[in-house]
């Protein structure tokens, strides 16, 4: 349901992104730049703080208002990849946290003095299997050492604080391997140098993703995230907001391509007519549409049970699968409309092509989805 608060949302969102045009985009995808510019400006708007409450200096809003904010983010060719861990990390802080780290970090996090964007969970020889993971983290008297390696870790650079999730106890001391696993809050900036080595990784996109060699990282057990060894819980806790959120970016694109296809369809003669006068055009830009559209109910719905506190793993999880499979198919859509001017870097496309296709796999791949629905919803025997 569109409220006011929505429209007015949407509205600051789009005035503050058209700060930021394609060349601003363009020029930081050849460089594989980050947007610091325009995590700043969204930092000091108050965006990134929505879901951090009030009474530590946020806005005090939902997961519906959330997604809102980064859909329209990628709805104006921008990219929320720049920026929103910030939004579905801060849940475990927020529920798992205990009341002195809420104070010590939330009102800084949410002033932009402090940036909590990197989340550490992928491993170079786990994958998907993150209950496999073996970066180890030993308690000696007031310090966990950690020692391991990660992989993927976005935006570590470029961010003061990262949620690692680390083994507090070997898998083989454990009676279910989701157990022993923990959440520390390591602070970056005294940590590269002093136990972290990043090395940045260059993707087909600008994404400022790195791996992490920890050797010897002191950790104060004072940055324990809730509970030793609950970790697994909190992080399943989390991904519900997620996976709510990576699909409202997906609508975000999805309405991207579309706008910019319907646009340059009836801008671009050819044989005398608007290409959009095809229906070999019009009929795929028509059917994205539809596929964007019918994937945002179930985003919406997906959220409204959330924001009221009710399950909604099946429709969050779906909810992203609808949305990436739609703004992929309106990308391919986008670049097939465009024809030659597809592949050409000063239209756009290209770019947000190679940017919409990584949500197939990160941060959970389509396969893992299918997997959820057909054995938690459909009960059909676990294939892993
Ligand atoms: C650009 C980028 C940024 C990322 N940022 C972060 C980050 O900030 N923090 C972080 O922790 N991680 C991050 N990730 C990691 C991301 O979450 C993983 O890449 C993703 O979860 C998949 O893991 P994997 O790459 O190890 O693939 P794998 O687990 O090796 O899987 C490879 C393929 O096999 C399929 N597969 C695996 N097992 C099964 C099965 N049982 N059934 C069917 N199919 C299966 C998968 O679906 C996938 O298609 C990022 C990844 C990328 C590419």
Request: charged share 25%; proline share 4%.
């Amino acid at each position: 349901m569109q409220t006011e608060l929505h429209e007015s949302l949407r509205k600051g969102v789009r005035e503050l992104c058209a700060r930021f045009p394609d060349p601003y985009w363009r020029e930081l995808d050849a460089q594989r730049a980050y947007p610091t510019a325009f995590v700043k400006t969204l930092t000091e708007a108050g965006y990134l703080a929505a879901l951090i409450p009030e009474e530590y200096g946020g806005a005090g809003l939902h997961i519906t208002e959330a997604a809102i904010i980064l859909e329209e983010i990628n709805r104006a060719g921008c990219n929320s990849g720049a920026c929103h861990a910030q939004m579905y990390i801060m849940g475990t802080l927020l529920r798992h946290g205990n009341v002195e780290q809420k104070r010590r970090y939330l009102p800084k996090i949410a002033n932009g003095e402090l940036r909590l964007q990197a989340f550490g969970v992928s491993e170079p020889t786990t994958g998907s299997d993150t209950t496999q993971l073996k970066t180890m983290a030993v308690r000696k008297g007031d310090k966990y050492v950690v020692n391991g390696q990660k992989v993927w870790i976005s935006r570590a650079e470029h961010s003061d604080l990262m949620l690692m999730i680390a083994r507090t106890t070997p898998v083989e001391q454990v009676k279910k391997r989701s157990e022993g696993l923990s959440v520390l809050l390591v602070d970056m900036r005294e940590a590269v140098g002093h136990g972290i080595a990043i090395r940045p990784i260059r993707t087909m996109m600008n994404h400022a993703t790195t791996e992490l060699f920890i050797d010897d990282l002191e950790v104060p057990v004072e940055n324990l995230i809730g509970e030793e060894g609950k970790g697994f819980k909190y992080l399943l806790d989390g991904l519900n907001a997620e996976r709510i959120l990576i699909a409202a970016e997906c609508i975000g694109d999805g309405r991207w391509f579309v706008e910019r296809a319907t646009r340059y369809a009836k801008e671009r003669v050819v044989f005398g007519r608007p290409i959009g006068q095809n229906q070999g055009i019009q009929f795929p830009i028509a059917k994205a549409h539809v596929h964007v559209e019918s994937a945002d109910l179930m985003r919406i719905r997906a959220a409204e049970l959330f924001d009221n506190g009710q399950p909604c793993g099946p429709e969050a999880n779906m909810a992203k699968l609808l949305a990436a499979d739609a703004s992929w198919e309106a990308a391919n859509m986008a670049v097939q409309t465009f024809g030659g001017f597809g592949f050409a870097e000063e239209y756009d496309v290209e770019r947000k092509f190679r940017e919409t296709r990584l949500y197939q796999v990160a941060p959970v791949s389509t396969n893992l989805i299918l997997s959820f629905i057909a054995e938690h919803v459909l009960g059909l025997p676990r294939s892993y």
